[in-house]
């Protein structure tokens, strides 16, 4: 570290700014020209390392190459007293990193940094230059909200004929000499930021910063990156073969066009992302521009108007004509804007039972089941489990397998908060079957978004299910892009036998309240009617399971994993987790569940599930890392405090530890599990009285009998 007062050249240290790997910066008084500057130096201990060297030296002559406001000043790169370092613009303000990670983005500020980052990536691709490592932390955005693209020490010259670089030619780029460029296969950069042909190693051109430039506008937009995990290899599989979250699913009130841009900046296939930064800082001035007019897309062919000048009367009707346009679109906006808000991140949907009037029992139950697995396989859709749906039925004095009416399914939302429920319904038309399916606010009845299909016959109702899910999914709010990856016909997600699905729908009713020798023929009978059902193979297991039947539990497993393409991506990764974590592959347990996570972020089974992996490992920060998030996703979920709690234990955090129980006994979770939680921290605090009240309340309960003796023969 250089002491402050010292001269280095004709600059004299201030103070220490910052630094990282490739760098330690200070501000410094240039005695020259009476000017405040950026000095960066190679850590000493690099500056031997001719590898560090090189890179140190790239980035001072890339970046000294361009001279773009958006893109920060090299001043002078030098050398003295054998101390490398290059004397830059000095900049007040933060990264935006900083900033993002402080406060959610208005769109006006994601729009106008978002041009600016576009304009100086087109002025750096101009000269040929690849920046290689786009990422928030190498973006400053000054106090007068100006951007500013940082550190070049991964940018390259390009050099292959077969480069994108805007409106010039790999021949009129300025080149390095070879020796300063990193060889091919090299993956030097930040993981979750990279291109999926930089992760692989491969020759890079200048879209590979776009890509990394739709991470950023992603994480703007959303406050989170595309590609997560805890791991390089989590995040390499998912950056690779996955698609993102929608942002929209993120962040409900990012517009569409929005979402259209930085969907094609992240298209994996280079060949089909924006081709140069151009294109994309246009979208961004057009849906600035649309966005501050209240127009959603511009006015047809206005310039060619001005060309000439009609009649009087024309002009008069020409003026009528586009007013009514403009209120049109005005319009369009409007319920286009409406309709992206019907559904957000946080809402759930009831499905009710069908109204079956076609006399067919085959119907009953089935179709319901049919349309919970077709819309679980959306990002975007929340379906309300239908656990709690037996929770609540029974706080209102009815039974647990009572039908859900349209009229019961509006108490039960009113109950729990539910924003919108689906109705369903069923009908003949001569030969053929009517498919309705119809979502409405739960609180006021109004209709949401409805579709109608028809089926030639029973065995196209499943179809007929799948088609008026899908549609419905769109008038809900999903992006298309979302909808079209994740739209399994349901003969595939689950079964193309309606019996098969209704015994499944009635096994697993009796699962549900653990009556499992009451599920047991019931699943046996799915696997009968439909020796392919792999979802009713994974339901085996666990009854099996729970039977305390290992080996007829993981032969179940087993078949259910060996299936897995048969079903929905949600019902796939659900299999693919047990099947690992059941076995004992928790590394594979633990990346299956990292990608269930991704892919339904509002799903808190997979955090609660990381939870008990990791307390079991002792990894308690990560276990109470995913505990908490499983309890900010579902409030009422038992095992997330269950989990909370036991992280906090082994963290020795005891207080934290009653704390979380005392909030979930306020939720009025008082279960055998919890109380003997409540029993294990009132014995740490040396609270007798409070230990022996709840292992009393324990008693009580269903399996009491037999988990509070266990507990008292553990202190025994």
């Known amino acids: ?16 700014l910052g630094g990282g790997g490739m760098g330690v910066v200070y501000q410094a008084e240039d005695l020259n ?4 500057v950026a000095l960066k130096f190679l850590p000493s201990d690099l500056e031997r390392d001719p590898a560090a060297l090189e890179r140190f030296q790239r980035e001072a002559r890339a970046a000294s190459a361009l001279n773009h406001s958006n893109i920060c000043t090299i001043y002078e790169i030098g050398q003295a007293d054998g101390r490398y370092f290059i004397a830059m613009e000095l900049l007040e303000g933060q990264t935006l990193k900083q900033l993002i990670s402080r406060q959610p983005l208005q769109l006006e500020t994601v729009l106008d940094l978002g041009i600016q980052i576009s304009d100086a990536l087109e002025a750096a691709h101009s000269k040929g230059i690849i920046h290689r490592d786009i990422k928030p932390a190498n973006i400053f955005v000054t106090t007068r909200n ?11 010259h390009t050099l292959k004929s077969d480069a994108v670089l805007g409106n010039i030619t790999a021949g009129s780029a300025e080149t390095l000499n070879e020796n300063l460029l990193t060889s091919p296969g090299s993956t030097v950069g930040t993981v979750a ?7 692989r190693g491969k020759d890079l051109d200048t879209r590979t910063d776009l890509f990394s430039f739709g991470v950023v ?10 590609f997560r995990g805890d791991t390089s290899a989590i995040i390499f599989e998912a950056l690779l073969n996955r698609q993102p979250v929608p942002p929209v699913r993120l962040n409900p009130d990012i517009p569409q066009q929005l979402e259209e841009i930085i969907c094609k900046l992240l298209e994996k296939d280079r060949e089909l992302r924006y081709q140069g930064a151009a294109e994309v800082r246009a979208d961004l001035k057009r849906l600035k521009r649309d966005t501050e007019s209240g127009l959603t897309s511009a006015a047809a062919s206005s310039g060619a108007m001005r060309a000439h000048t009609p009649p009087k009367k024309l002009w008069n009707y020409a003026v009528i004509a586009l007013a009514v346009l403009a209120l049109i679109g005005i319009a369009m906006t409007f319920f286009a804007r409406r309709s992206r808000a019907v559904m957000s991140e946080k809402d759930s949907i009831l ?17 319901k089941k049919a349309v919970a697995v077709d819309l679980e396989q959306s990002p975007y859709i929340n379906i309300f489990p239908e656990q709690k749906v037996r929770q609540t039925l029974q706080l209102m004095g009815r039974t647990p397998d009572d039908r859900i009416t349209s009229d019961v399914g509006r108490e039960i939302c009113q109950r729990d908060g539910i924003k919108a429920m689906l109705n369903g319904s069923i009908a003949n038309l001569g030969s053929q079957y009517v498919v309705t399916l119809e979502a409405v606010n739960a609180a006021n009845g109004d209709s949401l978004a409805r579709e109608q299909t028809q089926a030639a016959g029973k065995e196209q109702v499943l179809n007929a299910v799948h088609e008026a899910g899908s549609s419905l999914r769109k008038r809900l709010g999903e992006s298309l892009t979302s909808v079209q990856k994740y739209d399994k016909p349901l003969s595939e997600a689950t079964t193309s036998s309606l019996e098969a699905l209704k015994a499944l729908s009635l096994a697993d009713a009796k699962h549900q309240v653990g009556d499992e020798l009451a599920a047991l023929p019931l699943y046996q009978r799915a696997t009968e009617l439909d020796p392919n059902f792999a979802m009713a193979y994974a339901r085996l297991g666990a009854v099996y399971n729970n039977l305390g039947q290992t080996e007829l539990s993981e032969q179940n497993r087993q078949k259910a994993f060996e299936l897995r393409d048969r079903a929905s991506e949600h019902e796939k990764l659900y299999i693919m987790e047990h099947y690992y974590v059941d076995s004992n592959q928790l590394e594979k347990g633990i990346t299956a569940l990292e ?28 276990a109470l890392l995913n505990a908490k998030k499983s309890m900010e996703l579902d409030p009422d979920s038992l095992t997330g405090y269950v989990n909370v709690c036991a992280a906090y234990l082994g963290l020795n955090r005891v ?6 129980l005392d909030e979930a006994l306020k939720r009025k979770l008082a279960l055998p599990g919890l109380l003997n939680q409540v029993a294990t921290v009132a014995w740490l605090q040396n609270d007798t009285a409070r230990m022996e009240q709840a292992l009393e309340q324990g008693q009580k309960q269903p399996g009491g009998d037999v988990m509070v003796p266990s507990f008292r023969s553990a202190l025994a």
Do not use: W
Request: glycine share 6%.
């Open 33 to 36: 020209l009476g000017r405040q």
């Open 595 to 622: 990608l269930y996570k991704q892919t339904y972020p509002r799903d808190s089974i997979p955090y609660n599930n990381l939870a008990a992996i990791y307390n079991n490992l002792g990894q308690f920060d990560n």
């Open 146 to 156: 100006q951007a500013k693209i940082l550190d070049f020490g991964l940018a390259k």
């Open 351 to 367: 499905v009710t039972d069908f109204v079956n009037t076609t006399a067919d029992p085959v119907f009953d139950g089935t179709l």
């Open 1 to 16: 570290m250089l002491a402050t007062g010292i001269t280095v050249s004709h600059y004299r240290i201030l103070q220490q």
């Open 655 to 660: 207080d934290e530890a009653k704390a979380t």
């Open 217 to 226: 506008l992603y994480e703007m937009a959303t406050r989170c990156v595309p």
């Open 193 to 199: 930021y990279m291109s999926p042909e930089q992760a």
